[in-house]
């Protein structure tokens, strides 16, 4: 595992895939994709080998400045997102919870988040 990848996840590259795969935006920019990735890791290279990758499958299209979800999938709240009682730090803010979400993807498990940062990091907000 590469320094700043989450500590639950065994391949940083196959859940970043993951993520923007199911983000519900039509377009965002790069900036905002890196703020969403940078959940799963905050080292450049892997952030790169994210968007490379997606790109190669399909999963997004990068054109100047924006990237474009492709796979029209998105995380449902009732089935695919775990609520946790316990101390956390979100992944996206860093803001202390006691009530932590988890998005469950095929290759691990993303969070813990606050409520209103899940619904940004998908793209619900």
């Known amino acids: 595992m590469t320094d700043g990848d989450a500590g639950n996840v065994e391949d940083p590259v196959e859940l970043g895939v993951e993520l923007l795969a199911n983000l519900e935006f039509e377009s965002l920019s790069v900036a905002d994709s890196i703020d969403r990735l940078e959940t799963v890791t905050t080292h450049p290279r892997t952030t790169r080998r994210i968007l490379d990758e997606a ?8 054109e100047g400045g924006e990237v474009q979800p492709q ?4 995380v449902s709240f009732q089935s695919d ?3 946790k009682e316990d101390e956390f730090s979100c992944r996206r803010c860093g803001a202390s919870i006691e009530t932590g979400y988890f998005i469950n993807f095929e290759h691990g498990e993303l969070g813990a988040f606050g409520s209103s940062c899940i619904r940004k990091v998908t793209g619900r907000e």
């Open 55 to 62: 790109e190669r499958r399909g999963v997004v299209e990068r």
């Open 71 to 74: 796979g029209g999938s998105y």
């Open 81 to 83: 997102v775990v609520t």
